[in-house]
């Protein structure tokens, strides 16, 4: 699940105008924060954004399918991310779009929780 420092910093530049976007390693791989919110991962040199019910459509409707892993009991599957499609990768604007909806539904995801239980709680309203 290794990650390219070229791959990572590609990434970064492409999703820079979200503005405040940290990219942070773990796991062999980096995860993708916004407002300290992770929206994003990548493993392989493969860029993964965080879906709903909402969002998934457009990424099946692309015929990507979910972050998956090898692990010593079989290979699994992490849902709540799914594969950026190239042709998504490959024009500016669209990234950007799509990005900026990964990071909504981070935000929406974070909303939901209790209140002591959100990343963004020490965040006042008027910042979002």
């Given at each position: 699940m290794a990650v390219s420092r070229e791959y990572q910093d590609h990434v970064?530049?492409?999703l820079?105008?979200?503005g405040g976007i940290e990219t942070k390693r773990m796991f062999?791989?980096?995860g993708l924060f916004y407002r300290d919110l992770m929206f994003a991962l990548i493993a392989d040199d493969v860029l993964y954004f965080k879906v709903d019910d909402e969002t998934r459509p457009a990424f099946e409707a692309a015929g990507v399918g979910p972050f998956e892993y090898d692990t010593k009991n079989g290979r699994r599957s992490l849902a709540g991310y799914w594969r950026?499609?190239?042709e998504v990768l490959d024009d500016g604007d669209e990234i950007v779009a799509w990005g900026r909806?990964?990071?909504d539904v981070a935000l929406a995801a974070d909303a939901a929780k209790p209140?002591?239980?959100r990343k963004g709680?020490?965040?006042t309203s008027t910042e979002r």
């Open positions: 970064a530049e492409l820079a105008p979200l062999g791989g980096a950026v499609p190239d909806r990964a990071a209140q002591g239980k709680a020490k965040r």
